[in-house]
T-cell receptor
Framework: GENVEQHPSTLSVQEGDSAVIKCTYS??????FPWYKQELGKGPQLIID?????GEKKDQRIAVTLNKTAKHFSLHITETQPEDSAVYFC??????????FGAGTTVTVRA | EPEVTQTPSHQVTQMGQEVILRCVPI?????FYWYRQILGQKVEFLVS????????KSEIFDDQFSVERPDGSNFTLKIRSTKLEDSAMYFC???????????FGSGTQLSVL
């Protein structure tokens, strides 16, 4: 089955700096790659997603890049703010329903 | 914004007891899922459900687990005889179509003693 690896496990950045989280996947058939943000006491919330027919997608301060050849994708958060502090999960799937998740990255934005 | 609702938020049970975790998916969604996250581990897929039947299940989803949509709004996960290793956060999720964005509930923390 699909195996998703996520790095780093923890990330501490100064407010205003950028944060980058990287994921790799194993199944070349995967074509859907969402990113979720999980705050304390809440479920994962979708923040951005990308499909394999697109190399990059941006939504305000958040961007995701996909390299199908290398089977890796990354989340970029620019101009980080304290409210960006959370656990971030990448995921991959073939059909969009059965997601395989990475282990998560705990992001801390220092004021 | 519509959301997936899960109850209870915490459930404590004795080993061997049956538990039912409840979810109310977003109203116009047709596909329903259960995932779980054991402390310190990845979020894992358990089961997907569409048109009143299971469409896919993982190895974890053995005969001790069952799902049901008892009415037009609820979606439940039953664990027949809980084991210690069933202790985890259980997330319900739904989407309108299987290849559309997946929305998660806040989870039920199940503790089996």
């Amino acid at each position: 089955g699909e195996n998703v690896e996520q790095h780093p496990s923890t990330l501490s950045v100064q407010e205003g700096d950028s944060a980058v989280i990287k994921c790799t996947y194993s199944d070349s058939a995967s074509n859907y790659f969402p990113w979720y943000k999980q705050e304390l006491g809440k479920g994962p919330q979708l923040i951005i997603d990308i499909r394999s027919n697109v190399g990059e997608k941006k939504d305000q301060r958040i961007a995701v890049t996909l390299n199908k050849t290398a089977k890796h994708f990354s989340l970029h958060i620019t101009e980080t703010q304290p409210e960006d502090s959370a656990v971030y999960f990448c995921a991959a799937s073939i059909s969009g329903d059965k997601l395989s998740f990475g282990a998560g990255t705990t992001v801390t934005v220092r004021a | 914004e519509p959301e997936v609702t899960q109850t209870p938020s915490h459930q404590v049970t004795q080993m061997g007891q049956e538990v039912i975790l409840r979810c109310v998916p977003i109203s116009n969604h047709l596909y329903f899922y259960w995932y779980r996250q054991i402390l310190g581990q990845k979020v894992e897929f358990l089961v997907s459900f569409y048109n009143n039947e299971i469409s896919e299940k993982s190895e974890i989803f053995d005969d001790q687990f069952s799902v049901e949509r008892p009415d037009g709004s609820n979606f439940t996960l039953k664990i027949r005889s809980t084991k210690l290793e069933d202790s985890a956060m259980y997330f319900c999720a739904s989407n309108r179509d299987s290849n559309e964005k997946l929305f998660f509930g806040s989870g039920t923390q199940l503790s089996v003693l």
